[in-house]
Nanobody
Framework: EVQLLESGGGLVQPGGSLRLSCAAS????????MEWVRQAPGKGFEWVSS????????SYGDSVKGRFTISRDNAKNTVYLQMDRLKPEDTAVYYC????????RGQGTQVTVSS
């Protein structure tokens, strides 16, 4: 069974930074592209960022480009999301997910950006 466990969320002031982590188990992590998605209160899911299995190709949604950085450590079965220059509109539950024919998603970590 695939398990994805997000951590690192919290309350931060506008302009601040957070680093999210997602620890994966139950899959051969290095075979899978990974992504982060988020869901703001009362809204649908929004794709945030993706990284390929080797970690040498990344992509970002327009709303986070230039502020967020995705990375992975295949030795630790972990994917990260470094979030800088956070804005109130970044407030959401952040989820990691594996790509592929049978994607799974973690339970999420809350990020709140507020003064």
């Amino acid at each position: 069974e695939v398990q994805l466990l997000e951590s690192g969320g919290g309350l931060v002031q506008p302009g601040g930074s957070l680093r999210l982590s997602c620890a994966a188990s139950g899959l051969t992590f290095s075979n899978y592209g990974m992504e982060w998605v988020r869901q703001a209160p009362g809204k649908g899911f929004e794709w945030v960022s993706s990284i390929n299995s080797r970690g040498d190709y990344v992509s970002y949604g327009d709303s986070v480009k230039g502020r967020f950085t995705i990375s992975r450590d295949n030795a630790k079965n972990t994917v990260y999301l470094q979030m800088d220059r956070l804005k109130p509109e970044d407030t959401a539950v952040y989820y990691c997910a594996n790509q592929g024919p049978t994607p799974s998603r973690g339970q999420g970590t809350q990020v709140t950006v507020s003064s």
